[in-house]
């Protein structure tokens, strides 16, 4: 994890951490792991940059040749 300035309040310490993110549903579902999100602990937003979010459009897009198909457990909230 790396230290940087929040891009919101401008604070020092935010901090870059890597998470799971899903897109879509069903047959459609892709999970991209090890996303880089920016987290800051002085005005507690998160958020991606511009050059994750593209780079998550291009995964997407060419989804087929970046994942292999995996089964998941899936449970409903009741």
């Not at 996303?35 to 507690?44: D, E, L, R, T």
């Not at 991606?48 to 909230?77: C, D, G, N, W, Y």
């Amino acid at each position: 994890m790396t230290n940087q300035i929040c891009d919101v309040c401008g604070s020092g310490g935010a901090v870059v951490r890597k998470v799971t993110r899903s897109f879509g549903k069903g047959s459609n579902l892709l999970i991209i792991e090890d996303v880089p999100v920016v987290s800051c602990p002085h005005c507690g937003e998160s958020y991606m940059t511009a050059e994750t979010m593209h780079e998550i459009e291009r995964i997407k897009l060419h989804r087929k040749s970046f994942s292999k198909p995996q089964s998941v457990a899936v449970a409903h909230f009741v």
